[in-house]
């Protein structure tokens, strides 16, 4: 089965960087689709970026991160990346990786709906 621990979660000044980790510690050959999600409070759970572990087609990233979130996977191929560069008070919240199983394509346009796995989550907090 997979477990997803997620790690490097913080506090940052505005303008900063981060890098999150998550790693698979179960069955890495489960996973077709990897992704990073977050939420606000009082907020609904939102995509970040998603990519698939064969490498293609291209990862998708949310319109509020793109040019500042990459989204990798490690050569292992168990452990996901998310490098924040330029992060803005706009993306505090509780971050989040998920996992679909073998057959089951990456959910279009970042929904969060009909992944199978899901990690316990690492905080981001973002001062002015």
């Known amino acids: 089965q997979v477990q997803l621990v997620e790690s490097g979660g913080g506090s940052v000044q505005a303008g900063g960087s981060l890098r999150l980790s998550c790693v698979d510690s179960?069955?890495?050959?489960?996973?077709?689709?990897m992704g990073w999600f977050r939420q606000a409070p009082g907020k609904e759970r939102e995509g970040v970026a998603t990519?698939?572990?064969?490498?293609?087609?291209?990862?998708y990233y949310a319109d509020s991160v793109k040019g500042r979130f990459t989204i990798s996977q490690g050569n292992a191929k168990n452990t996901l990346y998310l490098e924040m560069n330029s992060l803005k008070p706009e993306d505090t919240g509780m971050y989040y990786c998920?996992?679909?199983?073998?057959?089951?394509?990456?959910?279009?346009?970042?929904?969060?709906?009909?992944?199978?796995?899901w990690g316990q989550g690492t905080q981001v907090t973002v001062s002015s």
């Open positions: 990519i698939y572990t064969r490498g293609t087609p291209d990862p």
């Open positions: 998920g996992a679909t199983r073998l057959g089951i394509g990456c959910p279009p346009g970042g929904r969060t709906d009909g992944y199978n796995w």
């Open positions: 179960g069955d890495t050959l489960s996973v077709n689709c």
